[in-house]
């Protein structure tokens, strides 16, 4: 006999428990098909208007619940915290953690047998796979879909990416500022996420790479009817995974998570995918740590042609056969029997696949950058926890580079004098922000890719190195070494570097050193004084009291591991 569902905890409970659990649900027009024991799904949406990339998503919530009632589930749908990357300050993953306790808090409490989850925008899709991985359910994750390619001037252009290059193109002067608020309508053609090799689209393919998506969710555009394909499909398979007893937890294994590194690699895809799959691996007790991410990424080639490391689009890379098509091409260098949503495992599915356009997925005999260009993790006196860097999005001449050091203590100081005339740089600096990390902001926003001095961008400057212990979008590009852990705030070397100081870089080695003599460094840390806390009240001040450093995932401390999907006390 099949042990009785979750939710019969809820709506089969005797006496006044289980009345006043039904009866109000009555009152919402629900009928007894809810209460008869058929598998309950939950559908987390993430919809919001202040989140454009997510807009759509009642839609395809919608889709989702026609699937799970002909699968001969009942949805309850419920919102979730909505997290617009381009609205939200200071940043939106000052709340990823808060969307995930969120997440995780909503489902053990209420009576889910399984959910379905929607997401999009950048941090939506990690906080929700965190939550959900914390508790353990069975979970089908949907993420919205790219936006269409944009187009200005006759060019096709994409999210992010575009927009720092036309921001550096008006501070060079080839640009005029006319233009560039011309090009503000054009980088979208509608709903859904960025369509670059971002954040969310990286996110949304590494998901669907751990076989927590159906094939070809991460990659059909946003407004394509595929989507809403997927979306019913998920909702059956929901409703199956319930009935099969297959939690998250099964798909969610440090072979999986290997596999996610890997497929970053082939990507191209964001650094912020280093924070988020240490968060995720956190979450589900599964090792995985930085060494592993420099490890498992330096034998994969970059194989996938998309903006910014390459020139194509994420409607492009749908219709070369998405996901599947680059599982297929990495091959033997991913884990290919493990399970996925889907029922088959990913091997399986990307062998079924049709081949689709050529040209945007190369092969591993001529891959678009050789094996190695994928995310490095550089230590040394700098960076004693590691810090990160794409190699891909990187200009390689700088990746072995000496310089000054030119250091500011806020991206506020940095915005005020990098355009000063009078500066003292050149460009062999480099460039320095700190007090930008998870507990320094708080939230660790995406200032990394820094702005050139407008000097140097008027001389053909197109690239410095740049050090910062804060991230940077996943659309964007550059010699920039990210995520320096510990953080300046909690005094890591990086609060006692002076301008002046030489800094080097050699990425091949993966060094980061400061090159001033350990008994200096000992006098400026025995003089330094933590900066005030940047946050005195509210969420903030858990998050800044509580969160990792970045080289174990930016999670809050009290949140790694798993609650389970037990059931909760009585409520009356
Ligand atoms: Fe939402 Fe880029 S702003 S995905």
Not at 166 to 174: K, T
Not at 274 to 284: K, N
Not at 365 to 381: K, M, T
Not at 407 to 423: G, K, N, R
Request: net charge neutral; glycine share 12%.
């Amino acid at each position: 006999m099949s042990a009785p569902r979750r939710s019969a905890a809820w709506f089969a409970a005797p006496g006044k428990v289980g009345f006043v659990h039904r009866s109000k649900l009555y009152g919402e027009g629900f009928d007894a098909g809810l209460f008869d024991g058929r598998p309950v799904v939950g559908i987390a949406n993430s919809w919001s208007e202040l989140n454009p990339c997510n807009a759509h998503l009642r839609r395809v919530a919608d889709a989702v619940r026609r699937g799970i009632t002909e699968a001969g589930g009942a949805a309850l749908e419920f919102p979730t915290m909505s997290l617009g990357e381009t609205l939200m300050r200071p940043t939106a993953m000052l709340f990823r953690n808060l969307m995930a306790m969120e997440v995780e808090e909503t489902l053990r409490a209420n009576p889910l047998d399984g959910v379905v989850l929607l997401a999009g925008c950048d941090k939506t899709t990690p906080a929700m796979v965190m939550g959900a991985a914390s508790v353990g359910l069975p979970t089908v994750l949907v993420t919205g879909g790219p936006a269409l390619t944009g187009e200005f001037r006759g060019e096709a252009v994409g999210s992010g990416t575009h927009v720092w290059r036309f921001s550096e193109e008006v501070r060079a002067g080839r640009m005029s500022p006319a233009e560039f608020r011309a090009a503000e309508s054009c980088l979208a053609r509608g709903n859904g996420h960025c369509n670059t090799m971002g954040t969310a689209s990286t996110m949304a393919c590494l998901t669907e790479t751990m076989g927590l998506q159906l094939p070809g969710s991460a990659t059909a555009p946003a407004v394509d009817a595929a989507r809403l394909h997927i979306a019913a499909e998920a909702g059956r398979r929901a409703v199956a995974m319930v009935r099969e007893g297959r939690g998250i937890g099964e798909l969610l294994t440090r072979e999986s998570l290997e596999n996610a590194v890997r497929m970053n690699a082939a990507l191209g895809g964001s650094t912020n995918a280093v924070v988020h799959l240490l968060a995720i691996a956190g979450r589900a007790n599964v090792p995985l740590d930085l060494d592993d991410i420099d490890r498992l990424s330096r034998d994969i080639p970059l194989l996938v042609d998309l903006l910014p490391s390459g020139r194509q689009f994420m409607a492009d890379l749908h219709a070369a056969g998405g996901v599947p098509a680059v599982v297929r091409e990495l091959g033997d260098l991913l884990h290919r029997d493990r399970p996925t949503v889907d029922g088959r495992r990913l091997g399986d599915i990307a062998d079924a696949a049709i081949p689709g356009r050529a040209g945007v997925v190369r092969p591993r005999h001529d891959p678009l950058q050789p094996a190695g260009s994928g995310v490095a993790v550089v230590r040394g006196s700098l960076a004693p926890d590691g810090a990160v860097v794409k190699q891909s999005a990187a200009t390689p001449g700088l990746l072995r580079h000496r310089g000054r050091a030119l250091v500011f203590d806020s991206i506020e100081d940095y915005d005020a004098h990098i355009d000063d005339p009078e500066l003292d740089v050149d460009e062999t600096t480099v460039l320095v922000v700190r007090y930008a990390g998870p507990r320094g902001y708080p939230g660790m926003p995406e200032i990394g890719n820094l702005s050139l001095p407008r000097r140097l961008l008027q001389q053909g400057v197109t690239d410095m190195v740049r050090i910062s212990d804060a991230r940077m979008s996943g659309t964007s590009y550059g010699t920039v070494v990210l995520h320096v852990a510990p953080e300046a705030a909690v005094g890591g070397p990086l609060a006692f570097v002076r301008t002046g100081d030489e800094i080097e870089l050699d990425v091949p080695a993966r060094r980061l050193d400061l090159l001033v003599d350990p008994s200096e460094l000992t006098r400026r840390r025995a003089a330094w004084r933590a900066p005030e806390p940047a946050a005195d009240r509210g969420w903030s001040r858990l998050y800044a009291d509580h969160v990792r450093q970045a080289d174990t995932g930016a999670d809050l401390d009290f949140l790694v591991g798993r609650s389970g999907a037990g059931v909760p006390r009585r409520s009356l």
